[in-house]
């Protein structure tokens, strides 16, 4: 079966245009190390590259439950496997690139992986998710049972903070876009605690945007205080100041604030499915 296609060998038009478009970063990348448009360290900024392309897929994949819910969009479901998978193929191509960076000396890759804590958290993350890819076949539902099956991938979300954690220690000074992503991530997991417990109205979205949008200002003061001893109330106060750029908090808040109206339109859509369902289906 084509990654494009359903059970039954038909072209679903939403797979194969996401299975397109999941080699756009790769090409891209490509594109620019074939035209030295990658800087002085090529290898190190398609290191950078690769590695955010890979969160951002994670959190594509990790993002498909509660979108579908919100927007009532069921078939959603079709490319989260595929988005997941490419996530892991991204790793793997960062952690290849890594090696050729240190000249393929395996020796050094793995004393490097044993001796810089950023490096062994990443490794710890890669070897989780190359066996959630290993195991996101059929055949493995089937194989281990959908409750272990489930279980597994479940491991996702502490993978996920080692992602992050391993995306902010390389981080050199500023970690803005890894401080929003982590305040996203945070929402999410928010929403599927609400939702297993049937909290899924409007005024819980609020509820997870407000406390998202704190989380993420929180985690950016806590950083630099760690990081440089900056006093958290000063980093904590730039997100009241008008004259600064947008902040990781506010534009957290803002992109879970567009959930309500999303939810609106789901419910209208749930509704006109309903009109449309014939009678007792
Ligand atoms: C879950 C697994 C991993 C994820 C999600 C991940 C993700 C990332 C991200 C997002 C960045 C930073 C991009 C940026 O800020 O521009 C990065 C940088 C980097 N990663 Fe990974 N990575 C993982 C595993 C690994 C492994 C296994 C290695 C090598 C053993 C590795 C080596 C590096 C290096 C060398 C850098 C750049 C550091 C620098 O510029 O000084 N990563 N990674």
Redesign the pocket.
């Known amino acids: 079966m084509a990654p494009w296609t359903d059970h039954k060998g038909r072209l679903v038009p939403l797979k194969l245009a996401t299975f397109l478009a999941l080699f756009g970063p790769a090409f891209w990348v490509l594109w620019q190390w074939s035209q030295d448009d990658l800087g002085p360290k090529p290898v190190?900024e398609a290191?950078?590259?690769t590695?955010?392309w890979?969160?951002y897929l994670?959190l594509g994949s990790l993002a498909v439950t509660p979108l579908r819910a919100i927007v009532y969009w069921p078939r959603l479901i079709d490319i989260r496997r595929m988005v997941g998978v490419a996530a892991c193929l991204y790793?793997i191509g960062?952690?290849a690139l890594?090696i050729y960076?240190q000249k393929g000396d395996m020796l050094r890759?793995a004393s490097?992986?044993v001796l810089r804590f950023y490096?062994t958290i990443?490794?710890i993350?890669?070897l989780g998710?190359v066996a959630l890819g290993v195991t996101s076949t059929d055949g493995s539902v089937h194989r281990l049972g959908s409750m272990r099956w489930s279980k597994l991938h479940r491991t996702i979300y502490w993978?996920m903070l080692?992602?992050f954690i391993?995306?902010f220690l390389?981080?050199k000074i500023d970690v803005t876009?890894?401080v929003m992503l982590s305040g996203i991530f945070f929402a999410m997991m928010m929403w599927r605690f609400a939702s297993r417990r049937g909290q899924d109205g409007y005024a819980v979205l609020v509820v997870i945007a407000l406390l998202a949008c704190l989380s993420t200002a929180l985690i950016e003061a806590l950083w630099y205080f760690g990081k440089t001893g900056v006093v958290a109330s000063r980093v904590l106060a730039a997100n009241f100041d008008s004259d600064l750029a947008w902040r990781p908090s506010q534009i957290v808040l803002l992109a879970l604030l567009v959930c309500i109206p999303l939810r609106l339109i789901g419910q209208r859509r749930m509704a006109d499915r309903r009109k449309k369902a014939p009678r007792g289906a």
Do not use: K, P, R
């Open positions: 190190t290191l950078h590259q590695g955010t890979a969160v994670l790793l960062h952690f890594y960076d890759v490097e992986i490096l990443g490794f993350g890669l998710i993978l080692l992602a391993h995306a390389q981080s876009n890894w």
